[in-house]
């Protein structure tokens, strides 16, 4: 008997490694326990029922031999799942701190595009971000922001958001067309469109009736907008144009990002980001 009795010892001291190791008179109570069950033959089988539910805690599956478990855990390699990004932080683009409000809801990932109808570089972008509109990640939304940096650029914010919401009223039926249409007019044909009648006019070519582009041009709805523009612009620092915010949190630009193409290649690398959270 004390020879079974001096099996069940070393059994146990070979069997011992736990995820929470146990307390030495934890560990000494096990010993005199399962010494005391050895005395009494109790069968193997029932050893072997307890140790596979302590083993099978978090799976239904069947429990495996603990020497395999360890060594599977030890063949992992965390760095595996390391996701490797093409751009950096500081270098290509940098971080909102705190993250700011959105345009929209939480319901998706924010891609704002802040710009102004005069900027020759927000023209030059505006075909690249048109093309990735429209084969963007469904889970993504894009909004434009007009920038506010002087009078002029007042004028032509408060043009946008008039087209924006006679969109959505339907009185105005292409919104991309008539965008395309108001930077043709400044950068191509000399219409630096500096008067209400010469912006009424652009919206008459677009279809757009007098009667519903006045009842527009200085509704609640317009005024309401350009106030988030502009507090949005003074959140987001916003210095030149165009300038790209993602969700509120990162901050970049076609020099930062390394040409058009690349801009378009950040963004996504930044909306991969926020989907990864």
């Known amino acids: ?22 307390t030495p008179a934890e560990e000494m109570a096990a010993v005199e326990e399962q010494a005391v069950d050895a005395v009494q033959d109790i069968p193997e089988s029932s050893v072997t029922d307890t140790e596979s539910l302590e083993v099978v805690e978090e799976s239904a599956a069947e429990a495996e031999p603990e020497e395999k478990a360890i060594l ?20 290509n ?11 929209g809801g939480a319901d998706k990932i924010e891609v704002a595009e802040v710009f102004m109808y005069s900027c020759p570089h927000c023209y030059d972008l505006e075909a690249h971000i048109n093309r990735w509109e429209e084969s963007k990640d469904p889970g993504v939304r894009l909004v434009r922001i007009p920038a506010i940096f002087n009078q002029l650029a007042q004028m032509h914010a408060q043009l946008y958001y008039t087209e924006v919401f006679l969109a959505k009223s339907g009185a105005l039926k292409n919104q991309n067309a008539f965008r395309n249409m108001v930077f043709q007019e400044f950068h191509n044909r000399g219409n630096r469109l500096a008067s209400l009648a010469s912006i009424q006019k652009v919206f008459e070519r677009a279809g757009v009736s ?18 988030v523009a502009s507090d949005l612009a003074r959140r987001y620092n916003i210095q030149s144009v165009p300038t790209i915010i993602v969700n509120g949190k990162y901050r970049t ?20 980001r926020e989907g990864l959270r």
Do not use: H
């Open 1 to 22: 008997m004390k020879q079974l009795i001096t099996l069940s010892l070393l059994a146990l001291l070979f069997a011992g490694c736990s995820k929470e190791p146990a």
């Open 72 to 91: 599977l855990a030890r063949t992992e390699d965390p760095a595996a799942t390391v996701k490797t990004w093409q751009f950096k932080e500081g270098k």
């Open 93 to 103: 683009f940098s971080r909102i701190i705190p993250t700011q409000p959105t345009v």
């Open 210 to 227: 007098a009667e519903d582009f006045n009842r527009t041009w200085n509704s609640f709805e317009v005024n309401q907008a350009l106030r």
């Open 253 to 272: 630009d076609t020099g930062m990002a390394g040409g058009y193409p690349k801009l378009i290649e950040l963004i996504d690398e930044l909306t991969a």
